[in-house]
Nanobody, 116 residues
Framework: QVQLEESGGGLVQPGGSLRLSCVAS????????MGWYRQAPGKQRELVAT?????NYADSVKGRFTISRDHAKNAVYLQMNRLEPEDTAVYYC????????????WGQGTQVIVSS
């Protein structure tokens, strides 16, 4: 059983910053990567950033968001700067492990609202 607990969402003005955190717990082996996805109202869930052997960012957040990881804590963070109204979404933490096949786990999501 793997659980992902996110924190750090909230309401912020355009141009502001937020830092999301996610800690994984349970039977965790062979982590392939951790990451963040987001889903805005009426839209599909999309990748924001992942970190494993390398980092990967959506074009829309490059230069504004930074993903980092604490291996000892099985944690992943997303520093979001220069936030825009278009960044408003529910942000989901992800954990992918390789156990034969790749298995993807999701957090429950944390709401980010960028509005004046």
């Amino acid at each position: 059983q793997v659980q992902l607990e996110e924190s750090g969402g909230g309401l912020v003005q355009p141009g502001g910053s937020l830092r999301l955190s996610c800690v994984a717990s349970g039977s965790i082996f062979n982590i392939y990567n951790m990451g963040w996805y987001r889903q805005a109202p009426g839209k599909q869930r999309e990748l924001v950033a992942t970190i494993g052997g390398s980092t990967n960012y959506a074009d829309s957040v490059k230069g504004r968001f930074t993903i980092s990881r604490d291996h000892a804590k099985n944690a992943v963070y997303l520093q979001m700067n220069r936030l825009e109204p278009e960044d408003t979404a529910v942000y989901y933490c992800s954990l992918t492990v390789k156990a034969g096949d790749y298995v993807l786990y999701w957090g429950q999501g944390t709401q980010v609202i960028v509005s004046s």
